[in-house]
């Protein structure tokens, strides 16, 4: 068994029932993402467009792509054609966009709103209670090529495991209370509801905490693939 393979069943073997496993993928290429496909992967994540866009002729075509990184507005386009999971929706013009971009594609694309709990100053997203209002405030029900799967977030890139439990921890409840929310709406139709069911959230060096914490998908890149290449 090839090293992407073991790391793959290794991660299987740990991850708890009903939390799904993204392969970052992002900078390997497209023989790493066979030999995982041999494992039984099927999610694959990357964060650039050109990159994804070309990865995915050349690959099976019952792989799931999910698009994880920071996504500019002018690449919407082209990457709608090719996604069925964007992880990182940091603003409602972003949002926006690729409603409007997966309407003239024909498509309806699931959707995360990232939320910013790191303590960096430069990561991208929506504090928690912005998050809250946009989803309370309803606009997003009538855009009809996206549906809000639930959120993501990054921890901060630090060592300390009680700082980066509390940033998910926040997560996991912002996320608890906007399924509240939603459930309380006396029009959301139920199916709505039941799209609303991702926390994204964990890396190759934090995802063991994130489980704790209550993620629903994990992003994994560096454990199954290595340091990445070009
Ligand atoms: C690259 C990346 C990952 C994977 O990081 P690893 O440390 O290689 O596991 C996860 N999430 C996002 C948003 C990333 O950009």
Not at 81 to 91: E, G, W
Not at 162 to 186: H, N, Y
Request: contains cysteine; negative net charge.
């Amino acid at each position: 068994m090839s090293a992407i393979q073991e790391a793959i069943r290794h991660i299987h073997a740990q991850l708890p029932e009903g939390v799904g496993l993204v392969a970052v993928s992002k900078f390997h290429p497209a023989e790493a993402i066979e030999e995982a496909y041999a494992a039984g992967q099927r999610i694959f994540g990357e964060s650039h467009v050109q990159e994804l866009a070309a990865k995915c002729p050349v690959l099976p075509q019952d792989i799931e792509w999910h698009f994880i990184g920071h996504l500019q507005t002018n690449k919407v386009r082209l990457l709608v054609l090719h996604v069925s999971l964007i992880h990182a929706i940091d603003s409602e013009h972003l949002l926006r966009e690729v409603n409007k971009q997966a309407l003239r594609a024909g498509r309806r694309i699931d959707c995360l709103l990232q939320l910013h709990v790191a303590q960096e100053e430069t990561k991208f997203g929506f504090a928690p209670e912005e998050a809250m209002a946009f989803v309370r405030e309803g606009a997003w029900q009538q855009m009809e090529g996206v549906r809000l799967a639930g959120i993501m977030c990054m921890a901060s890139n630090v060592d300390d495991e009680a700082q980066i439990r509390s940033e998910f921890r926040r997560a996991a409840e912002t996320f608890r209370a906007m399924r509240q929310e939603l459930a309380s709406s006396p029009t959301l139709p139920l199916a709505e509801l039941q799209a609303f069911r991702h926390l994204s959230m964990g890396m190759s060096h934090d995802w063991h905490i994130a489980v704790e914490e209550g993620a629903t998908l994990v992003r994994i890149g560096t454990t199954i693939f290595g340091e990445r290449q070009y």
